[in-house]
C-alpha cells in the first residue's frame, strides 16, 4: 500500500479545492491531519473525513487523482473515538492556500486520544512526531481523557493500557507507572 507525505497530502487538498463546483467544509482525522496539521513526519494512505463527506467532495477528490497521479483515497471514517466537546476546539487549515475547501483538524490532545483508541504502531509513530512537534502536556493528555472519552467503544482496561502505553513511550515509564497503579491496569516493564 502506497503511503503518503505532507508534501503529497496538500499537493492533493490544494487540487481537490480547485476541482469543488461550490464551498465545502471538513474534519480530518487520522494521519492525514497528524501529516498536515502538525507536521508529524509520517505517512498515511488515505485523507479519513469525520464530517463533510458529500458528492462534490468525492467528484473533486477523483479529479484530484486524475490530475495529481496520487492514489490518495478520500472517504468518511469508519471509526473514530474523539473527546466530548472535540467541535468547539477543531483548528483550521493554516497556510495551505485553499479557496474552496474549509478545512478543519481536530486539536493535538483530541487527535492523539482519537489514535491511542486504535494504538496501532502508525497510530503511535503520529502521535511521537506530533508531541515532537508540538510538546504535548501530560496532565492536559490524562485529565482530557479521563474527562471526555468515557464513551469510547471498547474494553475500558485495554484502552486505559493504550493511554499509559502512549504516556510510557512519550514521558517515559515512570510516569507510565504512576498512571498505570492509578488505574489498576498493568505496569509496563
Do not use: C
Not at 498515511?44 to 473533486?60: Q, V
Amino acid at each position: 500500500m502506497t503511503r503518503f507525505g505532507r508534501p503529497q497530502l496538500v499537493a492533493f487538498l490544494r487540487s481537490l479545492d480547485r476541482h469543488l463546483r461550490s464551498p465545502s467544509k471538513i474534519v480530518v482525522i487520522g494521519g492525514a491531519a497528524a501529516a498536515v496539521a502538525y507536521n508529524s513526519g509520517t505517512t498515511t494512505a488515505d485523507i479519513d473525513l469525520f464530517h463533510g463527506m458529500s458528492k462534490d467532495i468525492e467528484d473533486a477528490a477523483r479529479q484530484a487523482r486524475q490530475e495529481t497521479g496520487l492514489a490518495i483515497s478520500v472517504a468518511a471514517a469508519a471509526v473514530a473515538d474523539l473527546p466530548y466537546n472535540y467541535e468547539e476546539r477543531l483548528r483550521p487549515a493554516r497556510g495551505l492556500r485553499l479557496s474552496r475547501l474549509r478545512l478543519a483538524f481536530p486539536d493535538k490532545y483530541d487527535l492523539v486520544l482519537a489514535k491511542t483508541m486504535r494504538g496501532y504502531q502508525h497510530d503511535l509513530d503520529a502521535i511521537e512526531g506530533i508531541h515532537r512537534r508540538h510538546r504535548l502536556s501530560l496532565k492536559t493528555l490524562v485529565r482530557r481523557f479521563e474527562t471526555e472519552m468515557s464513551q469510547a467503544i471498547g474494553d475500558p482496561a485495554r484502552i486505559r493500557q493504550n493511554v499509559v502505553m502512549v504516556v510510557a513511550r512519550l514521558y517515559g515509564t515512570a510516569e507510565a507507572r504512576a498512571l498505570a497503579y492509578r488505574w489498576g491496569v498493568p505496569i509496563p516493564r
